[in-house]
């Protein structure tokens, strides 16, 4: 069983940040991601609020760029799926489908999904006309209707985008304001080729092979309405890929991992940093600042256990 000082499981900011942090510091280091490298933040098309890009930058090439640096300083990068963590001792047993691995530290950084709507037709319809990512999937829809769903920015900043692809583009919001920052709203209320549903939700989502309407319900009258569409992306929030773990730390009521300030966990020697983490705001540059603390605190702890270890240990 190989070992490392620390196993990073994620490789979007929160993750890549870290695996920078920790190879810069000559930790033996290894992050493991079963998808694609980025996360969340390689599904959006610009992103304009990271510091130090003032034109914008697109989420797949920051996100790029953060995996080349952590790889110059030297950490290793493992496609796998993570199926546990076993604590034996000191060391921390990721146990995935190819293979177990040990650490003195390990940060997870495993982020969070789409949550789903939970109508009728959303699951027999993905990938169908049903997507989650504009981003990956807008291309496919040029020329056609298809609705968004939600109001926060993620929904109001993929609407957006849609309409460089779409001849139609509306959003379907469950309140009369969207929840979207002020200036993300003010675009998409001057966007000619974006209109807005309000006080509406998604009834059901229906088809032959591929999507072909959508039921609407007003949330005030409670008058329901079918229209024709091509594609519904839904953007009703993220869950935290936290059910692998088992029960392993303590999460809040939503899945969501506790930590204290130094991104540890009530279990020594396990950090969580970005979307997974109980905190009250998730954008790259929150998930970055986790991973940079979370590795700073990893490898206090490996320095401690090699003081009064020093033939045991990994880090050279």
Partial sequence: MKRYDVIIIGAGPAGLTAAIYGARSKLSTLYIEKLSTGGQAATTDEIENYPGFPA????????????????????????????????????????????????????????????????????????????????????????????????????????????????????????????????????ALANPKLDILWNTVVEEIGGSDIVEKIVLKNTLTGETRELAVDGVFIYVGLEPNTSWLGGLVETDGAGYIKTDATMLTNVPGIYAAGDVRHTPLRQVVTAAADGAI????????????LAGNKTKGVKQ
């Avoid at 691995?101 to 990938?127: H, M, N, Q, T, W």
């Fill in 56 to 187: 914008g930058i697109s989420g797949p090439e920051l996100t790029a760029n953060m995996e080349d640096q952590a790889r110059r300083f030297g950490a290793a990068r493992l496609a796998a799926n993570v199926a546990k963590i076993e604590v034996a001792g000191e060391w921390k047993i990721v146990k995935t489908n190819k293979g177990d691995y040990e650490a003195l530290a390990v940060i997870i950084a495993s982020g969070a999904a789409p949550k789903l709507l939970g109508c009728p037709g959303e699951l027999e319809f993905r990938s169908r006309g049903v997507s989650y990512c504009a981003t990956c999937d807008a291309a496919f829809y040029e020329d056609t209707n298809v609705m968004v769903v939600g109001g926060g920015d993620s929904a109001v900043e993929e609407a957006m985008y849609l309409t460089r692809f779409a001849a139609k583009v509306t959003l379907i919001h469950r309140r009369d304001g969207l929840r979207a920052t002020k200036i993300v709203q003010e675009r």
């Fill in 294 to 305: 979370a590795a700073f605190y990893a490898e206090k702890h490996v320095e401690e256990y």
